[in-house]
């Protein structure tokens, strides 16, 4: 199944390298959205379908938790599954981040086999489900 | 700065520079940092707070983050956007501080991290910042680099 991914995080040079990793990790892509802050994501969920977010946590405007506690309030959104990748290394706030819907943490910086990992266990979950 | 906390702070950037950026850096002494007085410099600014509350500056040329941005994106230098070396640079303080901390204070500690500023500087402001007790000088791909952590509060004294 080739996936709709939304890419969220305020440096343009993550996305760019998160998107490349993408590419290199073999993971079938349909369409690739990317928004610089939580705001800016909710405003691409508005208007495109989305299988996978990837959402980093310390954005301006709205951070990741406040877009995560925002999707979850959504009936729909709130289905979407979202991995954080960031630089936060708390197992605390992990936790928490998981206790919102968060489905996988992946620590900067990554591999792309970590990426591709991470999108396959999320990803074949869900076709099992 | 506590000599255990710039020895965290240099082992973590070393292994950040080569993770992420796929530089080779080493800390050296002042005397021993490759020479910048020719280069167009670049701060890069970002705070912290929780169970340590303080700042996180690293000093480069700009030079270097074009090298950093080609690296970590992939990209010849001919490639590169112009906001692509300024964000580069952010991004390797914001990685650097984020494994700094948890280094510092453990996998239970939470913390806010504000996003990362960068804005250029002067060869003065350079000489400023390597006079400051706290900064560390290294060499990465020949190239000098400054760095500072300054805790403000919830060190042990």
Known sequence: MA???LIVDDSGTVRAVIKKTLGISGIPINELYEAGN??????????????????????PIMGGVEMIEKLSEDGILKKIPIIVISTEGSQTRIEELKSKGVRAFIRKPFTPEIIKNVIEDITGALDEG | MKADNQEVLSDVFIEIAGKFAFMFGEKVGQDELPDADDDDLIRAHLD?????????????????C???????????DEELTPDASKDAIKELLNVTCGNLLTALAGEEAVFEVCAPEAAVITVTDWKDMSGNEDTLFFNVDENPVLLRLSIESGEDQ
């Open chain 1, 38 to 59: 939580g705001k800016e994501a909710i405003d691409v969920l508005a208007d495109a379908w989305v299988d996978l977010i990837l959402a980093d946590l310390n954005m």
């Open chain 2, 48 to 64: 912290f707070k929780g169970q340590l509350t303080g700042t996180l500056d690293i000093a480069v040329p700009i030079m270097m």
């Open chain 1, 3 to 5: 996936l709709n991914i």
């Open chain 2, 66 to 76: 074009r090298e950093l941005a080609g690296n970590v994106l992939g990209l010849a």
